[in-house]
């Protein structure tokens, strides 16, 4: 997994401020802007408008990571209930919940897009709330999903709709998206290596992280940032910026949306 080739490291030095702006660490210059510095020895880079935290004398990122008591390295556990997304990074004052809308996922503060057909209350059912974006973890998801092609590395979108929905990223472009209700195609070669760590960091294998990409304006509405994977040969706009994208456990039963759109 390429993101945990900056993990467990000790991190190297670089000087993106003027030297009269530098502070000491262990006899070392650096700019606090860009690491932190752990008991006066050790310094940690900053990754995704965080520091990296300090176990020993190497550097980890805690969403993938705790540090035991005697400075061992242990993997978080893997997410196996329903959870949302939220996006990160505190250098950007970035924090957000992860919506879907429009096939996509965005950085959005009022609710995810979504849609129930009028003849399920006409039948006596019931439409689910489809106020948050949730997703299965290991086995918690649609059985409709289930049935039809997931497997433990598949994500689906926690919907009642025949079918589900299934979570992946586009090769092509690196947006995370997922596919339409009663439809399980996908854009050929579509990533879903995903791993995702209870409360806990979402992370796409092949990738080297996720960037929060300016869309398309629509009309007067200011434009959303939407979420994209960093993949290899692929280049980006200079507004894309990193970002954590981490789960937040959830309770409770039922699905969280009839589908989303």
Known sequence: MQIFHVLAIAAPFAFAAPLEALDWCNGQRYDATQYACYDNKLLCPFFN????????????YPYVYNCTQDNQLNVLPEADGLFSLIAVNPAKLVSSKIEACG???????DGPC???????????????DGKETIIGGLGLVSVHCVLSSRTDRNLCQ??????????????????????????????QGALQDIREFKNGAFILASSWGWLACPSKQQGSAPALLQV???????????????ISVLTVEKTGGGFAAWQYT
């Open 49 to 60: 408008g965080a520091p990296l935290s300090a176990c020993g004398d190497g550097c980890y």
């Open 103 to 109: 096939r996509a996922f965005y950085l959005k503060s």
């Open 114 to 128: 979504t849609y129930c057909p009028s003849q399920v209350p006409q039948q006596g059912g019931k439409c689910p």
């Open 158 to 187: 926690n919907t009642a709709v025949p079918g589900g929905q299934l979570i992946y990223v586009d090769p092509e472009t690196g947006a995370l998206g997922f596919t339409q209700a009663h439809s399980a195609s996908k854009p």
């Open 228 to 242: 994209v994977a960093k993949l290899p040969g692929l280049s980006y706009a200079s507004e894309c910026f990193d």
